[in-house]
């Protein structure tokens, strides 16, 4: 399933961390629960590879002109709450939640899988009333969306 500019964004639940690093902060996400805001999904393909490092300390340094538009960030990817714990701890932290997505739910209601099942790099921007605004998924994943370009989508979205 592809999920198009102008649709419904699918809901989903996943476990998670609050992005420090720190078991403390696990627990569900749902889209749903962040219903009137803008929502920024950032579907990346793994924990401590070198360009999924890079992208997600760029959207934390960025993440107040994400505050400054209202938008959550959510960051989506297929290994475990404990990966993703090593990951943030490893990093100093993150600003955001790291969602686990083991068994592919999101992965695949969204349409980021790629062949052979693996995550494409794929980001989202989802309006307060929970319709899609912007979709873009890599077809090779090597560079990820600038910071400008998301919060232009965000801006866009709230209009």
Known sequence: MTIAVGT???DFSLPGTDGTGSDIGHRTYSLSEF???????VFYPADSSPVCTVQ???YTQDIAQFDDVGAQ???ISPQSVAAHD?????EGGFAFPLLADVDHI???AYGVLGPMG???RSVFVIDAAGIVRY????TAGLTFRPTEELLAAVQAATV
């Open 118 to 120: 693996f995550y494409r």
């Open 135 to 138: 979709a873009h998924r890599s």
């Open 8 to 10: 419904a964004a699918p």
């Open 35 to 41: 219903d009137g805001m803008v929502r920024v999904l």
């Open 106 to 108: 999101a992965a695949e």
């Open 86 to 90: 090593r990951f943030a701890a490893g």
């Open 73 to 75: 960030v959510l960051a």
């Open 56 to 58: 997600l300390n760029t």
